[in-house]
């Protein structure tokens, strides 16, 4: 597999002296814990909000440091927790008067790193609480997790969070915010093929060329199951039916609507599959308030999509609309 890629080991490090480069009013890189942070951080007049996990998922969470989304990430290696002491030393970096709230995917090593980090940092003395992030659907648990995984849906939760660190909001309301928001997100993904770690040089399972893997991981967990493949309707339906059953989400209801790609997916198919998920949403009386169309959680250059749904009300509806500057720009 081709990959533009020096030492497979220096991957992480390169991204992100990059990432901060190419931003340098905005974004300070601080190797020694892999750290993107805003150069304005921490600030007292605010939470400081955190977010590591593995790297291999950009735009998550890297790209989205910047006003109104999270102050700093500090990922791990390419599908690997950030060690304990990245998180610790982050915290105590980041710590404001107002306090800081890390943010968990649901894997089990991101969750052992967070809560050592918190439970040294308390030992500090700072101001800590952790928010597990738990949207995909696919299945309770899987070799990484204990319970529901977190995948795209947490892109919802930095930017409620975001927004409302932004506007002053304290430690718990960002907590209240966070497992509210959690709470009426799902998601669910599939993929045409598998992603190639740089380390590995390979793809990290097989799929033949008339196969599909539904549910599948953004590390290249196993999913639900490996079937035939389909045509792109009935790929939406069959995802976007397990999404809208799982809460359930009914007519009626104000919806967040995303189409993720997960790395290796044209842009262009992403549309096809967002209008074949609005028909169907609409024809079921649920009204799609704000719609996301583009790579959010991605697993490095796997072909393949995940569609995520999140109930609306008026206080998320407006977080999700308040502005944000982050790395990731269109034009």
């Known amino acids: 597999m081709k990959k533009f890629v020096n030492d ?16 340098p009013e905005t974004l300070k ?13 921490p600030r007292d007049d605010k939470v ?21 989304m999270l102050d700093a990430a500090c990922p791990g290696d390419v599908f ?26 649901n894997y089990t090593g991101d969750r052992m790193a967070f809560d050592m980090s918190q439970e040294l ?18 299945v309770k648990d899987s070799t990484y997790t204990v319970g529901r995984r977190g ?31 959690n709470s009426v997100t799902r ?41 035939k493949l389909a045509s792109a309707d009935e790929i939406i339906d069959q995802v976007l039916g397990a999404v809208r059953s799982d809460l359930p989400y009914e007519s009626g209801d104000n919806v967040a609507l995303m189409i993720n790609g997960l790395g290796g997916t044209p842009i262009s198919e992403l549309y096809l599959l967002y209008g074949r998920a609005h028909q169907v949403l609409t024809d079921r009386g649920i ?24 109930k609306l009300d008026d206080e998320i509806e407006r977080l999700l609309a308040a502005p944000a500057e982050i790395a990731v720009r269109v034009f």
């Open 8 to 23: 497979p080991k220096n991957y992480v490090p390169e991204m992100l002296r990059g990432i901060a480069l190419a931003n």
């Open 29 to 41: 890189y601080v190797p020694e814990y892999n750290l993107i942070m805003r150069t304005d951080a």
């Open 48 to 68: 400081s909000v955190i977010q590591g996990s593995g790297s291999g998922h950009e735009p998550a969470h890297v790209m989205t440091v910047g006003k109104g």
């Open 80 to 105: 690997a927790a950030p060690p304990m002491d990245y998180v610790y030393e982050t915290t105590k970096l980041l710590a404001s008067e107002k306090g800081v709230l890390l943010l968990v995917n």
């Open 121 to 138: 940092s308390a030992a500090d003395g700072l101001n800590v609480k952790t928010l597990i992030i738990d949207d995909d659907v696919a």
């Open 151 to 181: 995948v795209a849906g947490n892109f919802f939760v930095m930017k409620a969070v975001g927004a409302a660190s932004e506007q002053g909001a304290d430690l718990d309301e960002l907590v209240r915010i966070g497992e509210k928001v």
């Open 187 to 227: 998601t669910m993904g599939m993929a045409l093929t598998a992603c190639t770690p740089p380390a590995k040089g390979s793809p990290l399972f097989e799929l033949g060329a008339d196969e599909m893997e539904m549910g599948v991981g953004i590390h290249g967990e196993p999913g639900r199951s490996r079937e």
């Open 287 to 310: 009204n799609i308030r704000r719609n996301y169309v583009g790579e959010y959680c991605t697993s490095l250059d796997m072909a393949g999509a995940s569609v995520t749904l999140v």
